[in-house]
């Protein structure tokens, strides 16, 4: 058999700090697990415009195309704030979402009980949380033609499309039915019926896929602004939720806070299987770039090393190692270590990126004895 293969895109700001990290415990399962993982590095993002004047070069996305999985780091900065918007860095990932047909982007949002009372919410509203938004990702107004910035009569006006097809709608809610199945059986749809066209589509189409495919799921829907309230009024009422691309990019930002810290949180996107079975896919933490502490070894490398983890569920089938993973990074929390990001009135441990990496490695190594 051949080593599974991964393309890194560190990017800019953190990513390559916090990717340092996943590279030791990508090493540790081929030194200790026997799994062996064919690694190739490019550019993403500014650190691409840099060298190739654009954000993603074409062979890289070649590259892309032809891996098992492609992690990723974080893109952006502010020294490519001034640039055209065609070639500021966050291009280079939506080229990547988009060419490879990502459609399903898979933001869990998980309290460690470590980190319960460091949510802004109480502990009794976050504590124990587990919910899942699945996230449209290659369409919507994220897309949608006609997009710009025109001149009409003697002012401009910008102009973005929210646009969504019957089967852009069906296929992300049969990844959401289908996680479901593996979870709690419950999907939450979210749109804006009572206002977009879009909506009362997605609305209908997510109605029809359930009912002729999957009756034994639970579905309800919810407007998408009731839906921001109501994870933070009460989270744990969800299991899946589902929803478009740009609800689900604000709405997974909110769930983020509930369990702490944006640096907590990893992802999964996925699109159709390869010749291989193995899906399109694509992990990347939900935190950018965060420039202000980039370089100086601060940054909590958890949500990148989760996402590693959801490459070993989602891509390699190897649930076991993904929850090995996610129990050492239980342990070391539990154990008080925290990055500045993690760092609350109630103390604990301060600790680095590569310190809280290595922290991780022992507690790997400890799960085998
Ligand atoms: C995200 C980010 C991206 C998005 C940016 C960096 C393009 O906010 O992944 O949530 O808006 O999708
Ligand atoms: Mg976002």
Redesign the pocket.
Known sequence: MTNPTLLILAGDGIGPEVMAEVKKIIGWYGDRRGVTFDVSEDLVGGCAYDVHGVPLADATMAKAQEVDAVLLGA??GPKYDVLDFSVKP?RG??RLRKEMDLFANLRPAQCFDALADFSSLKREIVAGLDIMIVRELTSGV?FGEPRGIFVEGNERVGINTQRYTESEIARVARSAFELARKRGNRVCSMEKANVMESGVLWREVVTKVHAEEYPDVALSHMYADNGAMQLVRNPKQFDVIVTDNLFG?VL??AAAMLTGSLGMLPSASLGLPMANGRPKALYEP?H?SAPDIAGQGKANPIACILSFAMALRYSFDMGAEADRVEAAVAKVLADGLRTADLMGAEGGTPIGTTQMGDAIIAALDASLV
């Open positions: 893109v952006g966050e990932l939506l994220y990019d997974s930002d939900v950018g």
